[in-house]
């Protein structure tokens, strides 16, 4: 961040300040006190010499933010949750199906399929088209 004496600070110079703290409190370098006590220092401040001080005992930090590495799941988490729930309940009813057939001496009729396959289709749909990944997001302007 370039840093020049007695300019005023804008508001997204102070946004990045106050991202490096949240860094620096993530690896631990600030608690939770000292953290709150710098960021309302930096949202009071007029300038970027003010900015300069908040971090002027603290390390500087590389340009990669920590979490670069990982790419985004394609299946969000409740999508995960509904896929196992999905497949816990097939497996349910699959053995419920097995035991009635093997009680009966039989096959019976495959009931399952009416649990699973509509079920599954619409989670397979859901996931495919990526409706629910956030992509499709309507953007609405207040």
């Known amino acids: 961040m370039d840093i020049t004496t007695g300019t005023r600070a804008s508001d997204a110079e102070r946004d990045t300040v106050v991202r ?3 860094r620096h409190l993530a690896d631990g370098r600030l608690d939770l006190a000292e953290y709150d006590q710098r ?7 007029a300038t970027r010499d003010d900015l300069q001080l908040v971090l002027s005992d603290l390390p500087k ?3 990669e933010t ?13 999508q995960r949750i509904e896929g196992t729930t999905w497949l816990g309940v097939s497996v ?6 097995a035991a ?3 009680g009966v001496g039989e096959f019976t009729y495959p009931w ?6 509509p079920w599954g289709a619409v989670l397979a749909f859901r996931m495919a088209a990526g409706f629910e990944s956030g992509r499709f997001r309507r953007r609405t302007s207040c």
């Open 66 to 78: 920590p979490a670069e590495g990982k790419s985004p799941s394609r299946m969000p988490i409740w």
């Open 100 to 102: 009635i057939s093997i």
């Open 92 to 97: 349910l009813v699959l053995v419920i199906w």
């Open 20 to 22: 490096l703290l949240s």
């Open 39 to 45: 960021v309302a220092q930096v949202y009071g401040t």
């Open 112 to 117: 399952p399929v009416w649990v699973i396959g």
């Open 61 to 63: 930090l590389s340009k």
